[in-house]
């Protein structure tokens, strides 16, 4: 399947960002990869589970739509020896809002980075819809409040697999998507 996506050299790296995501979006795929190479930056986006390449970006392009991206999620576009995270709420033109979560990673030839999109109207589950005890809802209502951590779910028919229902979870009573 190709999925490219021409890429004007001209372009300015906002720009590029836009097209890519919305390119992520109207495919409805789940990841953007920018791994930074010796000549460019290949940009792969995970489609029905498998990375494929979207774009090959000059260098210099590429290394500033890392730049850019990691400027709007907040991170320390300088910072490039130590792993880093972030977080961009992007809008779409037509209204759709996407929550990307980033990382960036030190690697050979600079850095890659990976952006997760998590659409704020699709595929939430709300934790009434579990099927727990009051019980054990309140235990879990506390765990989700609580600043780190992690929960980790176990179900008999999962036992020898991760457990991955392609959901995300919305805290109730901060609106946090978890994942």
């Not at 001209?10 to 097209?19: D, F, G, Q, S, Y």
């Not at 209502?141 to 991760?162: A, E, N, V």
């Amino acid at each position: 399947m190709d999925l490219s996506l021409p890429v004007d050299a001209n372009a300015t790296p906002p720009e590029v960002v836009e097209r890519l995501l919305e390119h992520t979006a109207d495919l409805a795929a789940s990841d953007v990869y920018f791994c930074t190479n010796e000549t460019h930056v290949a940009v792969h986006i995970r489609h029905l589970g498998m990375p494929r390449l979207a774009a090959a970006l000059p260098l210099d392009l590429g290394r500033r739509c890392l730049a850019h991206v990691k400027t709007i999620a907040g991170m320390d576009a300088n910072e490039r020896r130590r792993p880093l995270d972030g977080r961009w709420v992007h809008e779409r033109p037509g209204g759709a809002v996407y929550d990307l979560r980033i990382e960036t990673v030190p690697t050979l030839f600079g850095e890659d980075m990976a952006l997760r999109l998590f659409d704020h109207h699709s595929r939430l589950l709300s934790t009434g819809r579990f099927g727990l005890t009051a019980d054990d809802h309140d235990t879990l209502s506390k765990l989700l409040q609580s600043p780190g951590g992690l929960i980790l779910p176990d179900s008999p028919f999962y036992s020898t697999r991760p457990v991955r229902g392609g959901n995300e979870l919305v805290a109730p009573s901060t609106g946090r998507i978890l994942s």
